[in-house]
């Protein structure tokens, strides 16, 4: 047995806040569990145990690793220990693995609510969070990259006018009580319209309230100029930026309204500039099938180059299926096996993040579409619960013109996922992943889910290998 990572304090101090009313409920033998969980009493003859349903479980040559994703441990256990964690029974004489299992809730008492406790933890994690105002916005809904992916294509090409940027901080006054607002800009390619950016940050500047924005961008334009004003008036935190590949998949892939000798060249130089002014860089890696070789190269360059930093991070990212597009897309049961490939190529995997989705805390929310006050305002003002459908007078909740509180669903209860998602050993970790592609067919699972097993695989395998296996 290993105990590699140690079930959350913090999360076991809710179980126990939950589990009283919950007693009243259990039989006996679950009474002398609990005794046996609380005082280490081993008096009793026969005492049985489940193993959660949040115990993520893969296997290796009779190796096992065993990942809980709402209480956070993770175990190697060989196959008899195995063996004995799937039985449930207590056994005096394995004192340690006993202890390590009932400790760190590999084990959980047969009357537990495995889901009740997880939606407890939810509510106690929120902040209720009625102070934050999360807003997406895009200034304009051109772009000058031309991808041939890109999810708003179809859609209006408009710019935001002043008058509806003004409507726009309206709006956000009428969010009573919030003291911080983070916006983050999109597009389009929100920086072919930074004077509306400069404008509505100019006024919030002036309200009390703090201010702090995120961009998601191609990269291109951010020149001297526009960094300056996105430190100084924008607050700019973070930039997300997309490179699908080396120099070469990368021309084939943008197709800029501007005539410059060599973007991605200029790309990297603003990440260079991004990074020396302490501004988080993520840079996501649309992976397609025609795109992985290139990927692979682009992921060890930037290895090389920024594994130092502490302000950037890259990841995959997936295209979906899409009525009348060209995109080839990963199926679902390839992507884990792209995500370990990549992961495999760096050594410090937490240039992925990778390594802190198997420390994170259980999601309270899938994203913003179930986070209270956050929204999605396109250039016309109408706002949406979620970012995917910018543009898409379909699916607009309302507008900042007539917006009321009640036009956002906000929280969505574990009760009200799919089937699927409800009984997913990952839930905690995704809570119940992307709405947006769930409703058009494509794999609403969140990239966590694949870190996370991937993480597993290369660990038994480094394990396999220590063993000589
Ligand atoms: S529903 Fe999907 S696309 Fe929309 S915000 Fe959530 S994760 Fe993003
Ligand atoms: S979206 Fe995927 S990983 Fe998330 S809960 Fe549903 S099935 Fe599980």
């Not at 009573?176 to 920086?191: A, D, H, K, Q, T």
């Amino acid at each position: 047995m290993e105990l590699i990572i140690h079930a959350k304090e913090e999360i076991i101090d809710l179980y126990n806040k939950f589990e009283p009313e919950q007693i009243d409920k259990g039989n006996n033998n679950d009474e002398t569990a609990l005794l046996v969980m609380n005082k280490l009493e081993k008096k009793a003859t026969e005492i049985k145990f489940k193993p959660s349903h949040y115990n993520l479980t893969k296997e290796k040559n009779g190796i096992y690793i065993i990942y809980n994703t709402l209480y956070g441990g993770l175990i190697i256990l060989e196959k008899d220990e195995y063996d004995y964690l799937v039985s449930g029974i207590y056994n005096e004489k394995l004192s340690q693995l006993s202890d390590a299992l009932i400790h760190n809730y590999f084990w959980v008492t047969l009357s537990n609510d495995e889901k009740g406790v997880y939606e407890f933890v939810r509510k106690n994690l929120s902040d209720g969070n009625t102070k934050m105002l999360n807003l997406v916005v895009t200034p304009t809904m051109r772009c000058n990259a031309r991808c041939f992916y890109c999810y708003e294509q179809g859609v209006e090409y408009s710019d935001m006018s002043y008058e509806c940027a003004d409507q726009l901080l309206e709006f956000i006054d009428t969010f009573e009580g919030v003291r911080e607002i983070r916006i983050n800009w999109f597009g389009g390619e929100p920086l072919l319209k930074s004077d509306i950016i400069d404008y509505i940050s100019e006024k919030i500047n002036t309200r009390n309230i703090i201010y702090r924005s995120f961009l998601t961008t191609n990269g291109v334009l951010l020149h001297d100029d526009i960094l300056n004003k996105a430190i100084n008036i924008w607050k700019l935190e973070n930039v997300q930026i997309t490179l699908d590949g080396t120099e070469e998949e990368y021309k084939k892939r943008k197709n800029y309204i501007e005539t410059i000798s060599s973007p991605y060249q200029v790309v990297l130089e603003n990440i260079d500039k991004l990074l020396f002014n302490q501004i988080h860089v993520q840079i996501r890696m649309n992976v397609d099938e025609n795109n992985i070789i290139s990927i692979i190269e682009l992921t060890n360059k930037l290895y090389q180059k920024y594994h130092n930093s502490d302000y950037i991070r890259i990841y995959p990212g997936f295209l979906t299926r899409k009525e009348n597009s060209s995109n080839r897309i990963i199926e679902s049961q390839d992507k884990g096996q792209i995500v370990e490939l990549l992961l495999s190529e760096v050594e410090k995997r937490n240039f992925f993040g990778a390594v802190n989705s198997l420390y994170s805390f259980p999601k309270v929310n899938a994203c913003m579409f179930d986070e209270p006050n956050s929204l999605a305002i396109d250039s016309d003002g109408r706002v949406y619960q979620c970012e995917h459908y910018l543009g898409r007078e379909n699916k607009k909740i309302s507008d900042i013109w007539t917006y009321n509180l009640n036009d956002n669903n906000g929280e969505m209860p574990v009760e009200s996922l799919s089937t699927e998602c409800k009984e997913c050993t990952l839930l905690p970790k995704c809570m119940g992943g992307c709405h947006a592609h769930r409703e058009e067919k494509n794999d609403p699972c969140f990239i966590e889910r694949y870190f996370v097993e991937a993480m597993m695989n290369l660990l038994l395998n480094s394990k396999a290998i220590r063993d000589g296996q």
